[in-house]
């Protein structure tokens, strides 16, 4: 895939998130990347804060305990439970393989020229500023 890319030498790659290789063949071509992203806003900020924040570490928590994300234009609780895996695994010797994709798209996503959201302000415009 990568060959063709070089063949044909596009403007801009629109890539989705589970394509984080895209980043170095738009990096070598000196073309603008930018992630389509399906999710919401809201999901979005919620995630991002419990990434920053990381109030799922900083309790003493069982399963069933429920915590506030912080940060965030509205009440918003979660119990561990809920979580996916990567967010309540703390230390590296716990990742899977999954979690180091995600890691790498992470990765991606900070390092893309902007990120086109599906979604419209009068949807959630809490949540567009807060993110």
Known sequence: M???????????????MYFPWTVD???ELKIPRILFNQSSYTY???????????PQEKLELNFQSS????????KIEF????????????????KTSFDALLDQ????????YGIVQDTFYELEPAYVDNY
């Open 105 to 112: 798209v992470r990765d991606s996503e900070v390092r893309s």
């Open 79 to 94: 119990k561990l439970s809920q979580l996916t895996d990567d967010l309540r695994k703390a230390t590296d010797d716990e």
């Open 67 to 74: 915590f506030l994300v912080p940060g965030l234009p509205d």
């Open 2 to 16: 990568e060959d063709k890319i070089r063949q044909i030498h596009p403007d801009c790659i629109f890539y989705d």
């Open 44 to 54: 979005n900020s919620i995630l991002h804060n419990l990434k920053v924040y990381k």
């Open 25 to 27: 063949i738009a990096e």
